[in-house]
Nanobody
Framework: QGRLVESGGGLVQPGGSLRLSCEAS????????LNWYRQARGNPRELVAT???????TYADSLKGRFTISRNNAEYTVYLQVNRVLPGDAAVYYC??????????????WGQGTQVTVSS
């Protein structure tokens, strides 16, 4: 069974940086589109960044320039680098693995989430 496990969350100061990790198991990692979402308290879940199996990464317009998504297929891991952290970045961050359109019979997977708290 597929599984995603996030790590790297915690307390960070405004203006600081952190890197979130998500390690997968039980899936053919290299073919999946990988995403980071976040959900702040009282707000809906929003898409932060996407990295396909091949091609360009994409980001939410408001976050572009501060967030960087990357993947290491050999390590079955997707990363989210966050720079110049703002108080509004506080949220639970979730990783997601989605099959490409032509393989929609495959399942989508979600991690359990990792909490990011911003405080000075």
């Amino acid at each position: 069974q597929g599984r995603l496990v996030e790590s790297g969350g915690g307390l960070v100061q405004p203006g600081g940086s952190l890197r979130l990790s998500c390690e997968a198991s039980g899936i053919i990692f290299s073919i999946y589109i990988l995403n980071w979402y976040r959900q702040a308290r009282g707000n809906p879940r929003e898409l932060v960044a996407t990295i396909p199996s091949a091609g360009s990464t994409t980001y939410a317009d408001s976050l572009k320039g501060r967030f960087t998504i990357s993947r290491n297929n050999a390590e079955y891991t997707v990363y989210l680098q966050v720079n110049r952290v703002l108080p509004g970045d506080a949220a639970v961050y979730y990783c997601n693995a989605s099959p490409p359109v032509k393989m929609t019979s495959l399942l989508r997977y979600w991690g359990q989430g990792t909490q990011v708290t911003v405080s000075s």
